[in-house]
């Protein structure tokens, strides 16, 4: 594809804030980022929040609000609370499953800073008053999450949130916003079915069994179909070589170093489809091995391998990596 790479701020700047907060997609805003994504859940009566989990346990304080209301595995479901329920929980760092430890350790942990769980109403209104007061025109990159489990709980979610974003004015394929979907069938319906003219990204799972066939140049040419790009963790996109370093026997980030990265076969049987490729996640706190540094590995594929686009915690970062270069 043509064009420097956008930079979109996975969950808002998720690296400094906790994330889908408005606080976080401020942040990441005033970084100077091109989009900002919005995992999309609904609650019981029928409303859209921004949040990235169907449960509410690791990201807030559901379980000391609420005792009582967990399902038999023990977790706080989105969908079985009203939005003013919602309203009275406070965001907190994304904890360690089941833990009070954080995921990330050095992320935000200031007390007692107050964030909330925010609707998408209020997510879009904030982009359209800062794109207004700027001058910039952010886009948004929604994502629509578990849609069968959702209908299997009563909600059309791919529908609700498609009525959304044609209130907010974005119907069209010119229009500041991606749709993204790990579903295969729910993207293609969104496409076919429900008429949807917004782009549309199918995300990548490099374990999940059901995505096996999409990882083959058929299932690439597959969601060309319907889609107009992909979604996939970065590790997919690249064929790394290690060069053993002889005095300590040593590879992997161990004494040895980086030799050869270039295109994976995915990577360029998508190219040759057509699709645009935005890459997940890339941040600070999770290195590759043969990466020495954070702005090395941004550097290597937003400027090296030439992806599309790239979901990063810290964009800050990426847009100082990628801006370097031009």
Same mark, same amino acid.
Request: glycine share 8%.
């Given at each position: 594809?043509?064009?420097?790479? +956008? ?6 700047? #998720? ?14 805003? %005033?970084?100077?980022?091109?989009? =900002?994504?919005?995992? +999309?859940? *609904? ?31 023990? @977790? ?28 990330? $350790? &050095? @992320? ?20 359209? &008053?800062?794109?207004?007061?700027? %001058?910039?025109?952010? %886009? ?13 709980? %009563?909600?059309?979610?791919?529908? =609700? ?9 974005? @119907?069209?394929? #010119? ?15 969104? @496409? ?45 996109? *690249? ?19 980086? #030799? ?12 040759? $489809? ?18 020495? #540094? ?23 970062? *990426? ?8």
């Amino acid at each position: 594809m043509t064009g420097r790479p +956008v930079v979109i701020a996975h969950r808002g700047a #998720s690296g400094y804030l906790p994330e889908h907060t408005l606080e976080a997609k401020a942040l990441a805003y %005033g970084f100077g980022v091109d989009f =900002l994504e919005q995992d +999309v859940v *609904a609650t019981r009566d029928g409303e859209l929040v921004v949040l990235h989990d169907l449960h509410l346990d690791d990201v807030t304080d559901v379980a000391e609000r609420f005792r009582g209301r967990a399902r038999p595995d023990g @977790r706080h479901y989105a969908v079985d609370f009203t939005l003013e329920e919602l309203r009275a929980l406070t965001v907190v760092e994304r904890r360690r499953a089941g833990t009070r430890e954080p995921l990330y $350790a &050095g @992320r935000f942990a200031a007390a007692p800073a107050r964030f909330r769980i925010a609707t998408l109403d209020e997510e879009l209104a904030l982009v359209r &008053g800062l794109n207004a007061t700027t %001058g910039r025109n952010v %886009g948004i990159y929604p994502e629509i999450k578990h849609p069968r489990w959702h209908r299997d709980n %009563g909600i059309d979610l791919a529908k =609700l949130l498609l009525d959304k974003l044609e209130a907010a004015g974005y @119907r069209e394929a #010119s229009d500041a916003c991606f749709v993204q979907c790990f579903d295969a069938d729910e993207l293609m319906r969104v @496409r076919r079915e429900l008429g949807c003219e917004l782009r549309l990204v199918q995300l990548v799972d490099a374990h999940d069994e059901t995505h096996t066939e999409l990882r083959t140049p058929e299932g690439v040419a597959r969601a060309a179909e319907y889609a107009d790009g992909l979604g996939p963790p970065y590790a997919l996109l *690249a064929e790394v070589d290690i060069e053993n370093d002889h005095a300590t026997g040593e590879t992997e980030g161990q004494g040895g170093r980086l #030799s050869r990265i270039a295109p994976s076969a995915f990577f360029s049987v998508a190219r040759a $489809a057509g699709l645009l490729v935005h890459a997940y996640t890339f941040r600070r706190e999770q290195l590759p091995a043969y990466a020495p #540094s954070f702005e090395v590995l941004l550097d290597t594929f937003l400027n090296q391998l030439g992806i599309d686009g790239a979901f990063v915690d810290q964009p800050d970062v *990426a847009l100082r990596v990628r801006d370097a270069r031009r």
